[in-house]
């Protein structure tokens, strides 16, 4: 049987979620269908799965199969689990923190045999800006410039992550610039301080600022293309980039602050060319899908070793529960284990909600040990994490699971898997 030839890729966003379907047998700029639908990132996690299944869905409706769909979700997230961590972006999606967000939207799609990935929004907008606009500089790095400062670095059309020339995050937005981080001055929040210094009185956004055309609407572009070229300058250097790719809202105004930033960029020995891309979302979508399909091969197999627990000893220990802790130090296969468990409950007729306790571990200091073990045998775990970390009330069944999983504090049954491999349970 032939592969698909169309991927899925979605964008989620604070109030919206994008889906395009991509021809992967395109060559150059391919067309896009676009399905939009609102979405409140405030929400519950079973309002925000159900939003992000219908739009996939209805972009699928009346398809064939696909062959992966990609996501591009904003950080902080657990990219290779499908695990939403993101925390402290103004509350946004904090409902669903902990989620198994590829788990449970398989289930509301129906689509339990499709590989569902997850990437960074900039890592999408690159892959996809270079295919779409035929880049073939050698390295090349692109920003999107919006309510935040992303960023992201291609030798040959390859995504850089880890290279001696660039931040050791793999991204600007935390680096230091003037009296604070890149973020916080490459971001619609500055223009809107800005404003607000010059003038003591606010924009709606920074279209509106852009459409005034005034003296100090003029200066304001100009500072923020300053400071972009000054920022850039020594990375742009280091890295020997051959091409800026600039996209996001901020973009669109990019005429505004285009001569203060090539002037900074004067000294660089090299000439690099600048582009500001005006389809950041097609891009985006693009993007995902692309890295959708190019990983979908094998990866669900990844952690599927065999385990030796009785699953259906268990399933009729948790069929009746509305909330449940599995925990167990000795674990060393949890994805495998959580996916037995579930088909079985599945099979039994619950809908389940899984929550890896492994997104409230600690964040380690660049010169701590990832593990971060703590006295007690668990590992050390953030107590601002473990309050976030909460069961949906409206799902069916919520399971939190991994090593140190009953010191969540949730109410409901606790199981310890260790017990379970000591011991054979008597039917």
Not at 374 to 388: E, L, T
């Amino acid at each position: 049987m032939n592969a698909p030839n169309i991927s899925l890729g979605l964008d989620v966003g604070g109030s919206h979620v994008t889906a395009g379907v991509v021809d992967m047998s395109f060559v150059g700029d391919p067309s896009l269908s676009l399905v939009r639908k609102e979405m409140d990132s405030f929400g519950t996690a079973s309002e925000i799965v159900a939003a992000i299944g219908d739009c996939i869905r209805q972009a699928l409706a009346g398809r064939g199969p696909v062959a992966g769909i990609g996501i591009a979700f904003p950080g902080p997230f657990n990219y290779s689990k499908g695990i939403c961590t993101v925390l402290h972006v103004g509350g946004k999606f904090e409902r669903m923190f902990g989620l198994h967000l590829g788990q449970a939207l398989k289930d509301a799609t129906g689509m339990p045999d499709t590989a569902f990935r997850f990437f960074n929004d900039a890592h999408c907008f690159a892959v996809g800006a270079y295919m779409r606009n035929g880049l073939k500089s050698k390295r090349t790095v692109l920003l999107t410039l919006g309510s935040g400062f992303g960023s992201s670095f291609m030798e040959d059309g390859e995504l850089m992550t880890h290279h001696a020339a660039l931040p050791r995050l793999g991204a600007f937005y935390n680096e230091p610039f003037r009296e604070a981080i890149a973020d916080d001055y490459f971001s619609t929040r500055w223009f809107h301080t800005a404003y607000q210094r010059a003038t003591g009185q606010a924009i709606k956004d920074v279209r509106e600022l852009a459409e005034m055309n005034s003296e100090v609407s003029k200066s304001i572009f100009d500072e923020f293309g300053a400071n972009l070229g000054e920022f850039l300058l020594p990375w742009l250097k280091n890295f020997g980039c051959d091409e800026l790719v600039i996209g996001g809202n901020i973009a669109r105004a990019g005429h505004l602050f285009f001569n203060a930033l090539e002037s900074q960029l004067k000294s660089l020995d090299s000439n690099v060319r600048v582009i500001f891309c005006d389809d950041t979302e097609a891009c985006i979508l693009t993007g995902a899908a692309c890295l959708a399909e190019r990983e979908a091969e094998g990866f669900d197999h990844i952690n599927e070793a065999p385990t030796s627990y009785d699953t259906s000893y268990w399933v009729g220990q948790l069929l009746h529960e509305k909330t449940v802790a599995i925990d167990g130090l000795e674990v060393r296969a949890w994805e495998a284990v959580r996916r037995k468990l579930h088909a079985a409950l599945t099979s039994a007729g619950r809908s389940v909600f899984w929550y890896d306790i492994d997104a409230c571990l600690k964040t380690p200091a660049s010169d701590e040990s990832p593990a971060g073990n703590s006295s007690n045998g668990f590992q050390a775990f953030d107590d601002h994490k473990m309050r976030v970390l909460r069961p949906d009330p409206s799902a069916d069944l919520c399971i939190v699971y991994g090593a140190g999983a009953a010191l969540c504090g949730w109410e409901g049954k606790q199981v310890n898997l260790d017990a379970a491999l000591e011991t054979k349970p008597v039917c």
